[in-house]
């Protein structure tokens, strides 16, 4: 199956008719359809097909059990009305990728397995990459029992209801010891490739980055009889912190956003009791971020206590910088580079990745296939087919110098 019949048959599961964009949540009817899609994928080429006990789907071509194998693949789910490429790229162009060294003739000496880890993007329960860490064990079991969607449906619910055994869940070094190199490919979340003419890249870093719940707690009253003055509004110094967060951002060049707020009561004709705004800020390295998230917290606390409102902040997730693989990184840049002799880019990215998660456990990399309007995480979201096809041919090119060698 060509590259572009996969990419339209897995187009249309979990897109909103409304937004144009995708909600594909973890353990929802939109991911079990894209779980299917992987299995029948994995099924029509003859693939060992399995789910391992975090629910990451793997599908095998030679032993895993062998050792030193070579890995590609990424995600199916999505953020809220996401866009179609951000995941289901590396997963497609993985498929693709091994058809295309079927199609070279290329004789496999390693194995080689494709993936969808589960729960990647952390749009239902609010933590990126589930699926991954706990795999690497950098999400421990009592935290991830711990996990609430808006509904106050726990993880472990929601597994169960999706036909998986949550007490199963847990770090898997077995598995991981028999990855030898692991290598995503990716959309790229930015601009740089376009700005360089260049349709694919390698990745150096993933910056620091985490997310902080900020909860503002003022006093509910009448909107339209209570005076200005007497008001405790909690929807003022939230809304004064998110400029402060665009201003400590600046300052340093990082980036720093509140995309997300709940508020209570919620009402037209209400002041607001509670404002509750998530925090996500990413920089290129720890010591800048921590200068963003202090100064926002900083200025956070002087709204609070000019209007009158209580503050409470928390950290709700954080991943430290990640360096990728330097050898294998300089490996996949000889082997895009060989018969070309052309140098291709290496680019740094503040999006964070299973392969960032992964890292500190296995050799990683990643590609990244142009992104001409650098737009992400919105139905926007676009590649063209033929920079897309390029991805394809580059993931082949670095899949059998790795694994036919």
């Known amino acids: 199956m060509s590259f572009h019949s996969m990419w339209a048959e897995l187009l249309p599961v979990g897109r909103s008719s409304v937004s144009g964009g995708y909600r594909r949540y973890a353990w929802t009817?939109?991911?079990?359809?894209?779980?299917?899609?992987?299995?029948?994928?994995?099924?029509?080429?003859?693939?060992?097909?399995?789910?391992?006990?975090?629910?990451?789907?793997?599908?095998?071509?030679?032993?895993?059990?062998?050792?030193?194998?070579?890995?590609?693949?990424?995600?199916?789910?999505?953020?809220?009305?996401?866009?179609?490429?951000?995941?289901?790229?590396?997963?497609?162009?993985?498929?693709a990728a091994l058809d295309e060294l079927r199609g070279r003739g290329a004789r496999l000496t390693r194995p080689l397995g494709i993936v969808n880890f589960g729960d990647e993007e952390g749009a239902r329960f609010g933590l990126a990459c589930v699926g991954s860490r706990l795999t690497a064990g950098a999400l421990t079991v009592e935290q991830a029992h711990r996990l609430t969607d808006g509904d106050g449906v726990t993880l472990p619910q929601a597994m169960e209801a999706a036909g998986y055994d949550p007490d199963s869940i847990g770090p898997d070094p077995e598995r991981l010891a028999r990855i030898g190199a692991f290598v995503e490919l990716h959309v790229e979340q930015g601009r740089a490739l376009d700005l360089s003419g260049d349709r694919v890249g390698i990745a150096s870093a993933i910056w620091p980055h985490g997310r902080w719940r900020f909860d503002f707690r003022g006093e509910a009253n009448h909107a339209g009889t209570t005076r200005l003055a007497d008001r405790r509004d909690p929807m003022m110094s939230y809304a004064e912190t998110v400029l402060a967060a665009r201003r400590e951002a600046e300052l340093v060049g990082a980036v720093a956003t509140f995309g997300?707020?709940?508020?209570?009561?919620?009402?037209?004709?209400?002041?607001?009791?509670?404002?509750?705004?998530?925090?996500?800020?990413?920089?290129?390295?720890?010591?800048?971020?921590?200068?963003?998230?202090?100064?926002?917290?900083?200025?956070?606390?002087?709204?609070?206590?000019?209007?009158?409102?209580?503050?409470?902040?928390?950290?709700?997730?954080?991943?430290?910088?990640?360096?990728?693989d330097h050898?294998?990184?300089?490996?996949?840049?000889?082997?895009?580079?060989?018969?070309?002799?052309?140098?291709?880019?290496?680019?740094?990215?503040?999006?964070?990745?299973?392969?960032?998660?992964?890292?500190?456990?296995?050799?990683?990399?990643?590609?990244f296939v142009r992104n001409p309007t650098g737009v992400s995480h919105s139905p926007a979201e676009y590649a063209a087919e033929d920079d897309c096809v390029a991805g394809v041919s580059a993931l082949a090119d670095v899949l059998e110098g790795l694994a036919c060698t």
């Open 327 to 367: 050898a294998l990184r300089d490996e996949l840049a000889r082997l895009l580079g060989r018969d070309t002799e052309l140098k291709v880019p290496v680019l740094g990215t503040g999006a964070g990745h299973d392969a960032g998660i992964l890292s500190g456990r296995v050799p990683t990399a990643m590609l």
């Open 260 to 324: 997300k707020i709940g508020v209570e009561p919620n009402g037209v004709n209400a002041i607001p009791s509670l404002v509750r705004g998530w925090l996500d800020s990413r920089a290129a390295d720890q010591a800048t971020l921590d200068t963003v998230v202090t100064g926002i917290e900083k200025a956070a606390r002087e709204y609070a206590a000019a209007h009158g409102v209580d503050l409470g902040v928390e950290r709700e997730s954080f991943t430290p910088v990640v360096e990728f």
């Open 29 to 95: 009817g939109a991911d079990a359809d894209c779980r299917d899609w992987f299995r029948q994928q994995a099924e029509a080429r003859g693939l060992a097909y399995e789910t391992d006990r975090n629910g990451n789907q793997w599908a095998w071509l030679g032993d895993p059990a062998a050792g030193d194998a070579v890995v590609t693949g990424s995600h199916l789910d999505s953020v809220p009305d996401g866009g179609a490429f951000d995941g289901p790229l590396g997963v497609v162009s993985a498929f």
